[in-house]
């Protein structure tokens, strides 16, 4: 696997992982202002967010990584 391979590999699974915790810790607001949809989130914690995406994209990763290193040596 080369280096740009495996930086497209996580980079998908980075995108596909966002939507994991994007829904995660919502709340809605309690003051309504003037054209703000009511379904926008108060505060959507964006920072954790990518933290926790990072982090599990990076784990994900390996383990696939690990796996197609392994399947590749016995061949």
């Excluded at 596909?16 to 959507?44: H, V």
Aim: proline letters at 5%.
């Amino acid at each position: 696997m080369t280096i740009f391979n495996s930086l497209v590999l996580y980079f998908i699974i980075w995108w596909l992982s966002i939507f994991l915790f994007l829904p995660i810790e919502i709340t809605k607001q309690r003051k309504l202002k003037k054209g703000n949809d009511p379904g926008a989130p108060e505060d959507p914690k964006l920072k954790k967010k990518i933290i926790y995406t990072t982090l599990f994209a990076l784990l994900v990763w390996t383990i696939i990584f690990i796996t197609i290193k392994i399947l590749n040596y016995e061949n």
